[in-house]
T-cell receptor
């Protein structure tokens, strides 16, 4: 139990376009999900906390208008990278809290902006 | 504020030898401590956690960790390393006293040689 599915696993997009990443809790309801960004050989940096039915809470320095988060249901949170640029290329990981299993992570999305 | 330090960027060990990956933490309340492993281009996999109780915690794949309150440490150990243990290991902490997010260390690359 406590599986988080993240899609897509890899995406390549052109500079200036937008990309949507989905994070789904498959067998539990997640009122709170987290979005992280990971640079090569570095740790995970929390970008924002996604709350079902309300606005996301962004960490300091994260552009709200660049990284749009929507948590419209108890099983789905989405991260949209708007007007993507090469510096947005990174590995994005979502996470959710399940009552029994604790923090569960998606498999990540490798975004490459060309 | 909470923080995690993983002092080693990389740990090298020969297969069959014991391994230790170090982690120290700082948190204002009671620490909830976690170890995760990450394989290339994948999300994080849970290894073990300490919430309360016995200071020696046993986890997945033969790993264990010892919580040492006086030294504020939570080192990851395994009696006999496998080549397949080679991966990136993250220590994480959260304050158990209330709602807080996970804070990750920078990660330690473990390389097990045949």
């Amino acid at each position: 139990g406590a599986v988080v599915s993240q899609h897509p696993s890899r995406v390549i997009c052109k500079s200036g376009t937008s990309v949507k990443i989905e994070c789904r809790s498959l067998d539990f309801q997640a009122t709170t999900m987290f979005w992280y960004r990971q640079f090569p050989k570095q740790s995970l940096m929390l970008m924002a906390t996604s709350n079902e039915g309300s606005k996301a809470t962004y960490e300091q320095g994260v552009e709200k208008d660049k990284f749009l988060i929507n948590h419209a249901s108890l099983t789905l949170s989405t991260l949209t990278v708007t007007s993507a640029h090469p510096e947005d290329s990174s590995f994005y990981i979502c996470s959710a809290i399940e009552q029994s299993y604790g923090y569960t992570f998606g498999s990540g999305t490798r975004l490459t902006v060309v | 504020a909470q923080s995690v330090a993983q002092p080693e960027d990389q740990v090298n060990v020969a297969e069959g030898n014991p391994l230790t990956v170090k982690c120290t933490y700082s948190v204002s309340g009671n620490p909830y401590l976690f170890w995760y492993v990450q394989y290339p281009n994948r999300g994080l996999q849970f290894l073990l956690k300490y919430i309360t109780g016995d200071n020696l915690v046993k986890g997945s794949y033969g790993f264990e960790a010892e919580f040492n309150k006086s030294q504020t440490s939570f080192h990851l150990k395994k009696p006999s390393a496998l080549v397949s243990d080679s991966a990136l290991y993250f220590c994480a902490v959260r304050d158990g006293g209330g709602y807080s997010t996970l804070t990750f260390g920078k990660g330690t690359m473990l390389l097990v040689s045949p």
